[in-house]
């Protein structure tokens, strides 16, 4: 399996611009998370889906922040506009949340955003 | 809200000895309580996790206990090498979250 697979891995953009992360699942899971990393904050649940649905985006920022999940197979995480303090690692996981006892979610590697 | 906690954030010791990684957490509410590993520029890896009925998980020269009453955990990596080198995080899991204490950086000096 080749994992949770994240793209791009680097991105560098200019304050006002449109930023969008995209994310592929490990198949056959149905949960997918999108967090992000800062020295200040560490890590943070952005938004959750489950089945495709988003159940709890109460992590998300402000409204320049939004997700989707067309498919079980891939999401975005779009901010525009993008502004300085949205620089942070980006990462997206997913699990198949079976059992809440015993499933762990698995990452992917990473969107590093540096907004500039 | 759950508060997860880790001390030290930092630890150097030199290849051979033994570490010891803690984690609190405020809520014993928990289905499980996990460990990663996070390389520099890397994902997430998962190392144990240990459901909220169980004591401890061991895997290799790794060994986490838990104690839910008293919201703590500790990650003991027997005879370090510098490949143990990295960030571990604690997180716990609430329903469907994972909430993460900010990580203890280990270095292991050859």
Known sequence: DAGVIQSPRHEVTEMGQEVTLRCKPISGHNSLFWYRQTMMRGLELLIYFNNNVPIDDSGMPEDRFSAKMPNASFSTLKIQPSEPRDSAVYFCASSYDRDLGTDTQYFGPGTRLTVL | ?110
């Open chain 2, 1 to 110: 809200k759950q508060e997860v906690t880790q001390i030290p954030a930092a630890l150097s010791v030199p290849e051979g000895e033994n570490l010891v990684l803690n984690c609190s957490f405020t809520d014993s509410a928990i289905y499980n309580l996990q460990w990663f590993r996070q390389d520099p520029g890397k994902g997430l890896t998962s190392l144990l996790l240990i459901q909220s009925s169980q004591r401890e998980q061991t895997s290799g020269r790794l060994n986490a206990s838990l104690d839910k009453s008293s919201g703590r955990s500790t990650l003991y990596i027997a005879a370090s090498q510098p490949g143990d080198s990295a960030t571990y995080l604690c997180a716990v899991r609430t329903d469907y979250k994972l909430s993460f204490g900010a990580g203890t950086t280990v270095t292991v000096r050859a």
